[in-house]
């Protein structure tokens, strides 16, 4: 599978869990994006290893029509937290994800202790060794 082919993609469901909208959800072996716009498009891009959690949001009104929003945290800098908002089968995507998530940072060797920040030590010296 190559690394840029798009393993799921969604748009955005509004009234009565119809893709009337703009927004579509796009994700690869090694990130996820969103585009969103109609004349002027405006895409943001996260890699998966930087994701830090992931949560699952129905209201009443998404359950009924059988669609959800994932909430992603991230370590990404211009998009620290962002839905995947108005989506078919959430459960199952927000499990697919996860599990892409955790086999992207096993292949790049990403912990999460590198996105740990000490704010209080703002200092170059070395010492808390």
């Known amino acids: 599978m190559a690394d840029n082919e798009i393993i799921w993609k969604e748009r955005k469901r509004t009234l009565f869990g119809l893709p009337w909208s703009f927004t579509v959800y796009k994700l690869t072996k090694e990130k996820l994006m969103v585009t969103t716009g109609f004349l002027s498009k405006h895409e943001e891009e996260t890699r ?19 669609l959800g929003t994932i909430h992603v945290i991230s370590a990404d800098k ?20 996860s599990d892409m ?11 999460g202790r590198e996105y740990m920040v000490d704010h209080d030590d703002d200092d170059d010296d070395d010492d808390d060794r």
């Open 78 to 97: 211009s998009t620290p937290e962002f839905d995947i908002a108005g989506i078919k089968d959430s459960e199952k995507i927000k499990e697919m994800l």
């Open 101 to 111: 998530v955790e086999e992207e940072r096993v292949r790049k060797r990403v912990s």
């Open 48 to 66: 998966l290893y930087r994701v830090m959690d992931l949560a699952l949001n129905r209201t009443l009104g998404q359950r009924m029509f059988g």
